[in-house]
């Protein structure tokens, strides 16, 4: 029972296109996520977040979306880099205050790949 | 400053013996989270400690597996006796508090002969 799912295994896309990268949720009480990126033989980066209140949030050239009636969020990345090049994993947690809070659920992650 | 340190970083042993990883958190962080990847199920959360106090050990697979935090700044995963089928790669995470952005360390690569 998969929780967060990502089901895109890969992505490739060409330097300085967009990428994006897409996760739905089962779960209606999650109301915090996040992205993390991984390089091989490193543990997962935070990238960034988004709480449930919003719709959006940017850093840079990250943006997430987060569309909470259909519960699915996206990570948009423009330009892309070949330096993005990496495991992104996308995790949700519940609120601070409810017993599962701090608990994050991954999703199976999508390997992204830029080429220059 | 320093992230989250694991050691050792890789561990190969044989069956039956036990294995200890170590986990130090980033220094003020009063949550800890060990988590394990596998390719057939991803990342999973084992377990987690708010101010060194067990929360939720509910993902630890086994009474194989157990872990330990006596001080802010030092946690052990400990799994005896292992088998083939705990290979993988352990991670530690630690975070400022229970509901915050958790930050990763390394990891430490387990091959179970």
């Known amino acids: 029972d998969q929780q967060v799912k990502q089901n895109s295994p890969s992505l490739s896309v060409q330097e300085g296109r967009i990428s994006i990268l897409n996760c739905d949720y089962t779960?209606?009480?999650?109301?915090?996520f996040l992205w993390y990126k991984k390089y091989p033989a490193e543990g997962p980066t935070f990238l960034i977040s988004?709480?449930?209140?919003?719709d959006k949030n940017e850093d840079g050239r990250f943006t997430v979306f987060l569309n909470k009636s259909a519960k699915h969020l996206s990570l948009h990345i423009v330009p892309s880099q070949p330096g993005d090049s990496a495991v992104y994993f996308c995790?949700?947690?519940?609120?601070?205050?409810?017993?599962?809070?701090?608990?994050?659920?991954f999703g199976q992650g999508t390997t992204l790949q830029v080429k220059p | 400053d320093a992230g989250v340190i694991q050691s050792p970083r890789h561990e190969v042993t044989e069956m039956g013996q036990e294995v200890t990883l170590r986990c130090k958190p980033i220094?003020?962080?009063?949550?800890l989270f060990w988590y394990r990847q596998t390719m057939m199920r991803g990342l999973e959360l084992l377990i987690y400690?708010?101010?060194?106090?067990?929360?939720?050990d509910s993902g630890m697979p086994e009474d194989r597996f157990s872990a330990k935090m006596p001080n802010a700044s030092f946690s052990t995963l400990k799994i005896q006796p292992s088998e083939p089928r705990d290979s993988a790669v352990y991670f530690c995470?630690?975070?400022?508090?229970?509901?915050?952005?958790?930050?990763f360390g390394p990891g430490t690569r387990l091959t179970v002969l």
């Open positions: 995470a630690s975070s400022l508090r229970l509901a915050d952005t958790q930050y």
């Open positions: 779960n209606s009480m999650f109301d915090y």
């Open positions: 988004i709480s449930s209140i919003k």
């Open positions: 995790a949700a947690s519940e609120k601070s205050g409810s017993g599962n809070a701090g608990k994050l659920i």
């Open positions: 220094s003020g962080h009063n949550s």
């Open positions: 400690f708010n101010n060194n106090v067990p929360i939720d």
